[in-house]
């Protein structure tokens, strides 16, 4: 909560979105620390805030002054005033106008002595004094100046502007507002002399937009919105459409919003008659394209000729595309066709043919090669198209695979470029006139391929994954972004990628046709790409357009790793060199700047403030909490997971990458260099402030870690003992050590089989180092928190100066139903979960099956997952079941199905959480477990099962379970999670 304003008898304060205020909630002010008598409130929500106002029955408030404000006598901010306090806000922009208000502690009202600069340039228009209908509710109404302002012209540029509200007599800055002009629109020319299209201020979606129309530099008549579904469906605004006829007498045409007149955001159009009929023309979108860029449509009137320099460096760029005449574009497109072999996946054919006609000139020619394939639909889809005389179709007799096919295509071609499309593709609006562009951009180029989700070297986000992508929701998101950012960007690659190739005319004329040597496919089009290079042609990938490629479609994932695996054989044969070529590629990764720059609009397009979470490489509890509160926070902040690089996990990445950065809801890995890692988690973590969050130091070079952490602040979280602790686990001897002194710790990790443990380590000066290190960035935290009070007071016994706050962690459910153990079952089902190696109770495993197992007792052993000597427990006992590792969403189900009774969880250190506990609750099995850690702390605390003595003899356990079974001690139970839980906070509160 943050104070806005002090006025006389009233206070006035504003509280972010989402923080919720009740009116049965008890306020209360000091002054002075003295309570100030409240005559009454009122709650006020406007423009995503929240305004409380108190009106306070107490005249005698003067500066210097300290107020407090309580709800239910919690204190949630504090504030200190003296005589020259002053506060105001620049709120929003309305119709072309700043607006605000400002305050200063006293009962005079301000007068002339503010003002506001953009960009340090002070502005001269004249203020307006404007009532706030949020502010009536105080009592010194003129305390509270409302204002606005005219936005100089110049600001209409497109780019985002500073303007600051300053106090004349002391030039401070009361409050600084970033605005860039957001008008999206989109602009269309018919055949019948008719302009129409859609335009919506980004900022206020719901109020229709006042615009005019320009004719020859003058303004001619306003524009009326009206509502248009399909972009109202898209976009949820208002009404957006308008439509209007070429004037006979018009040269240029242009439109503008009426507020600013002088500044269009589409056009100047330059007209003229056509001389003769023409196919298509272009159509040019304006603002920030979310949907279409370019697209084909029929005309016999008018053409666009030229475009003019309008308003943002975005739209520039786009312009550039059109600034070349219709006359010089058109041979370009006319001389290319696009061919289609077509074999299987009804579904994702379909997908692909109405994305190509939605997207592509209607010009170009398609030809579709149907490969007798096993689908009948596919052929009756295909013959319905050429009827519609949509496509060219070739129609192979038997089944000839993709090289063979293609050539029949490119018997075709008549001279013309082609580009290869398999049919389990999307492509984008514009992509052909992009391509087009790219193959024209460099002599000698032989192929040129767009990025894709599935495009091996040329794939995005990640390169050489296949990248899961939704093309309704994210192909034109991506296509966009990259389309801007990337603006006819191409970057030299060793091949082309056959999903979606370019292939010049001059190179087919030189290289030939495809050979047929390779079968049904797999290698064809890296074959066609050696050959052009032995002749001295090129190939271009195309980082600004984006294209969705499924993959395996046709021939099915088996059947594609045989086809590949077989004729990659036959390419290390004919081009020795080839795999060399590409693993260089990948190491330079050269596209890498190219990915970053889509990935950086795209977490600046969210819109949200950004959260990074520094943790470990590993899997495990940790990794659980991380992914968990992502997901919590999702729709509030955007989560990401910045981890050491690991090049065992990442098979020819970059080879001088030291972290990863993973957002999980975009899909996004970027490998990060150490040269570029603090500005681009700057660049990441621009929009919004919220302090990094500290999991793990594992694995982190130290100084590296230091760099990351000295420019951003930071909570931290304990989740293990790895701070103070190589092992991890404070283990030593298969037993807990018991954080023992440091000398101890020296012989501990000497014996060279932790996961830390080293040269270095192996000396008391080097872990005292390590413990040192450590100590410091805890110490270095906003805040660390801890979720057990086990946690907690294990890492106090080595940093005893430490803050630690307990918070548990927060799990989607929160109650448990946990179910009893009949006593007179006649045979007990006892469970494990997870790994279980020697810390989390092997040992005790082994004794209990062994003692199951030599006195036939009535106990069916299961192990939900794993264990260190699988081969050893089952030689000692045949009856153990051992499922094997499984994924933590399956849990439930592999407890249910092996009808578990009680699950024993016999870890032997003081573990931090134990989401094992968690998961056995979920399912609504009972826990048994040793008295140590914070497993006992949990069943404790909220009940759910039984705790033994940590003493316990490992061979007495089976004994001990079945006495608590039969004196009834495993009743059906509630487990309340929130039953005096304490209230996760990540955030401290704001204070002015």
Not at 529 to 552: K, N, P, Q, T
């Amino acid at each position: 909560m943050k104070f806005l304003a002090l006025v006389g008898q009233g206070a006035l304060f504003a509280v972010r979105s989402g923080f919720d205020i009740k009116q049965s909630e008890k306020i209360s002010i000091e002054y002075n620390g003295l309570n100030l008598p409240v005559q009454s409130t009122h709650i006020h929500r406007a423009h995503n805030t929240t305004y409380l106002s108190a009106v306070l029955a107490y005249e005698g408030i003067s500066a210097p002054a300290r107020f407090s404000v309580k709800f239910d006598d919690k204190t949630v901010a504090t504030q200190s005033v003296d005589e020259s306090h002053l506060v105001g806000r620049i709120s929003r922009v309305v119709k072309g106008r700043l607006t605000g208000w400002i305050s200063r502690l006293g009962l005079s009202a301000i007068q002339d002595d503010y003002y506001v600069e953009a960009d340090g340039i002070r502005l001269d228009g004249a203020f307006q004094v404007e009532p706030r209908k949020e502010f009536r509710f105080v009592s010194n109404a003129r305390a509270l100046d409302g204002f606005s302002l005219a936005i100089p012209s110049w600001c209409y540029d497109g780019n985002e502007h500073l303007f600051s509200l300053k106090c004349g007599s002391s030039k401070q800055d009361v409050h600084r507002f970033l605005w860039r002009h957001e008008i999206k629109s989109q602009i269309e020319v018919n055949s019948e002399g008719v302009i129409s299209g859609w335009c919506f201020d980004d900022r206020n979606k719901s109020q229709p937009l006042q615009v005019v129309l320009i004719v020859d530099g003058e303004v001619s008549s306003d524009i009326t919105c009206f509502r248009r579904d399909d972009v109202t469906d898209v976009f949820s605004c208002g009404p957006s459409g308008f439509s209007f006829k070429i004037l006979p007498h018009a040269r240029s045409i242009a439109i503008a919003p009426k507020y600013c007149p002088n500044v269009p955001f589409a056009g100047p159009f330059f007209l003229e008659n056509a001389k003769s009929q023409v196919n298509s023309i272009w159509t040019a979108i304006r603002g920030v394209r979310i949907a279409d860029q370019l697209a084909g449509r029929t005309t016999d009137q008018s053409v666009v000729a030229s475009f003019r320099n309008t308003l943002t460096s975005v739209r520039e760029r786009n312009e550039s595309r059109f600034r070349k005449s219709l006359a010089d574009d058109l041979p370009a497109l006319k001389k290319t066709v696009v061919i289609v072999p077509v074999y299987d996946g009804y579904a994702e054919v379909k997908a692909c043919f109405e994305s190509l006609f939605k997207g592509t000139p209607r010009f170009v020619e398609v030809i579709a090669i149907d490969d007798c394939g096993p689908d009948p639909r596919i052929s009756s889809y295909l013959r319905d198209l050429e009827a519609a005389r949509k496509i060219t179709l070739i129609v192979n007799e038997q089944n000839m695979g993709f090289p063979r096919s293609v050539n029949r295509g490119l018997e075709e071609r008549r001279g013309r470029s082609v580009v290869l499309l398999n049919a389990d593709t999307v492509v984008p609006d514009g992509w052909l006139e992009r391509l087009t562009a790219a193959a024209q951009s460099k002599p000698y180029v032989a192929s040129v391929t767009p990025l894709s989700n599935n495009a091996t070297i040329l794939s995005y986000p990640v390169m050489n994954f296949e990248n899961p992508l939704d093309p309704e929701t994210q192909l034109t998101e991506i296509d966009g972004i990259a389309s801007k950012v990337n603006d006819k960007l191409t970057i030299e690659v060793p091949v082309g990628v056959g999903f979606c190739m370019y292939m010049t005319a001059k190179a087919i004329e030189e290289v030939g046709n495809l050979s047929e040597e390779w079968g049904r496919g797999y290698g064809e089009e890296v074959d066609w790409c050696m050959r052009a290079r032995d002749l001295g042609y090129v190939h271009l990938a195309a980082a600004d357009i984006f294209v969705c490629h499924e993959g395996s479609v046709s021939f099915g994932a088996d059947t594609r790793k045989k086809l590949v695996a077989q004729n990659g054989l036959l390419l290390g044969t004919k081009y020795p060199d080839y795999l060399r070529h590409v693993v260089d590629f990948v190491r330079e990764d050269p596209l890498r700047l190219a990915r970053s720059a889509i990935d950086l609009m795209r977490i600046e397009a969210v819109g949200l403030p950004v959260r990074v979470h520094v943790t470990h490489n590993f899997s495990g509890g940790t990794q659980v909490h991380v992914r968990e509160f992502i997901a919590r926070r999702r729709g509030e902040e955007l989560g990401c997971l910045l981890r050491p690089y690991k090049a065992a996990d990442d098979w020819g990445q970059a080879v001088d990458a030291v972290a990863t950065l993973r957002i999980p809801d975009l899909n996004i890995r970027v490998y990060l260099k150490e040269s570029d890692l603090v500005e681009f988690l700057k660049r990441v973590t621009a929009h919004g402030n919220l302090p990094f969050i500290l999991h793990s130091a594992l694995s982190w070079n130290e100084k590296l870690i230091d760099k990351i952490l000295g420019n951003f602040s930071y909570d931290s979280v304990i989740h293990d003992y790895a701070w103070f602790c190589p092992r991890i686990q404070t283990f030593h001897d298969r037993t807990f050590c018991g954080i023992p002194h440091v000398e101890k710790c020296v012989q501990c990790v000497r014996l060279g089989t932790a996961p830390q443990d080293n040269q270095v380590l192996s000396t008391r000066e080097g872990l005292l180092g390590y413990v040192a290190r450590h100590h410091a960035l805890l110490r270095n935290a906003r805040k660390i928190s801890a979720p057990s009070e086990t946690a907690r007071a294990m890492t106090l016994r080595r940093f005893g100066d430490l803050s630690i706050e307990v918070h548990p962690h927060h799990e989607a459910d929160s109650a448990y139903q946990i179910r009893g153990i009949d006593p007179k079952a006649a045979i007990l089902t006892m469970g494990f979960l997870g790994a279980i190696g020697v810390q989390k109770g092997f040992d005790v495993l082994r004794a209990i099956s062994r003692e199951v197992h030599e006195r036939s007792l009535p106990i069916q052993l299961v192990i939900i997952g794993y264990t260190s000597d699988d081969h050893l427990l089952r030689s000692e006992n045949p009856d153990l079941v051992i499922t094997g590792p499984y994924e933590r969403r399956h849990v439930r189900t592999l407890i249910s199905q092996h009808h578990l009774d009680c699950i024993l969880l016999p870890s032997l250190w003081p573990e931090t959480y134990c989401y094992a506990l968690s998961d056995a609750w979920s399912a609504g099995v009972p826990v048994v477990t040793f008295d140590i850690g914070a497993t006992a702390e949990r069943l404790r605390r909220f009940g759910g099962g039984i705790v033994l003595p940590e003493g316990t003899a490992w061979p007495t356990i089976p004994d001990t379970i079945l006495d608590h079974i039969r004196s009834g001690d495993f009743r059906p139970q509630a487990v309340d999670l929130n039953h005096g839980r304490t209230i996760e906070v990540i955030e401290e509160i704001a204070v002015a």
